[in-house]
């Protein structure tokens, strides 16, 4: 990897009290003549919203491909104890599988589809490549909450993201409804940047993937954000995908039902958007977490 001058950070965080920063970086970076992968209109609701949900993108076939390697993968010890596996912190079940866009093909096919890496191109109006990707198990009775964020502040000051010039998709691959813990977004809430409070701990990203304390909006920025535009909860079946920008505020529910929700999570990155130091005090987090050393740009397969 060569080094590169760090950008000027114009997204501080942690650093004092929380206040906002106005976007400063366009939410669809393609000019308006391109031909949209999606419709017109989906574009636009992205652009409006900060997300959007894509029905039935995958078959019931590939989505029971997804599903069987998902078990697979959950019940394999060795992943398990792989160091890239996040469990429940009080169940030991696992919550997290890390950086299966490069350790499994089936995953590495699905991050390259053309369904999804042609419209992080589109939307980023740039080659991307793969900054993270997980398999996220919310089991039922036990699957803990996620609690609200917004990803880019985590990534562009403990990761070094420079812009928001970034994208997450979430494939289901479990019915998602409103009882077992689907992902809750505030529409609008991309438009500007909830610094936070506080100071980044050492080494926090262990404790953080478990139980996010530091980078998280205040109770009062919250109640802002809800209050100017609402909360959209992201109901749909297996196979869908929910497509949002790496700034929209988002969080899901603790599931107490028997039902587990699950997903494919993948967060694609313009490449003129590569990481750099972080915006902190702390050294970087481990690749599993962050891409940095392996950047490659993905060409699209049909699957």
């Excluded at 949900?53 to 019931?60: A, C, D, R, T």
């Excluded at 899901?252 to 993948?266: A, D, K, L, M």
Aim: with cysteine; charged share 25%.
């Amino acid at each position: 990897m060569t080094n590169q001058a760090q950008p000027t950070d114009i997204y501080p965080s942690r650093q004092g009290l929380e206040h906002y920063i106005e976007r400063q970086d366009p939410t669809v970076y393609a000019s308006g003549n391109r031909l949209t992968p999606v419709s017109d209109k989906q574009i636009r609701h992205y652009a409006e919203n900060g997300f959007m949900i894509l029905e039935g993108l995958f078959s019931k076939a590939e989505v029971q491909i997804f599903q069987q390697e998902l078990e697979r993968l959950h019940n394999d010890e060795a992943v398990k104890n792989s160091g890239e596996t996040i469990t429940e912190p009080e169940s030991g079940d696992v919550r997290s599988v890390f950086r299966v866009h490069e350790n499994n093909p089936i995953f590495s096919s699905l991050a390259a589809d053309e369904r999804l890496a042609e419209l992080a191109r589109y939307i980023l109006d740039d080659d991307v490549y793969i900054h993270q990707s997980r398999l996220n198990y919310k089991p039922g009775f036990r699957g803990k909450e996620f609690y609200w964020h917004s990803d880019f502040e985590t990534w562009h000051v403990e990761d070094g993201m420079p812009r928001m010039r970034a994208l997450s998709m979430s494939i289901t691959l479990t019915e998602n409804h409103e009882h077992n813990g689907p992902l809750m977004l505030i529409p609008g809430s991309h438009r500007q940047y909830a610094a936070c409070a506080g100071d980044t701990p050492d080494n926090h990203y262990q404790a953080s993937l478990k139980k996010q304390e530091y980078g998280v909006p205040s109770d009062t920025q919250l109640k802002d954000m809800v209050k100017k535009g609402g909360i959209t909860v992201a109901k749909c079946k297996p196979g869908s995908v929910i497509v949002f920008d790496c700034n929209t505020m988002h969080g899901s529910n603790g599931n107490i039902t028997p039902e587990p929700r699950s997903n494919v999570f993948f967060v694609y990155n313009a490449i003129s958007n590569r990481v750099q130091q972080p915006f902190c005090h702390q050294p970087p987090r481990p690749e599993y977490i962050c891409s940095r050393d392996k950047i490659t740009p993905l060409s699209s397969v049909a699957i």
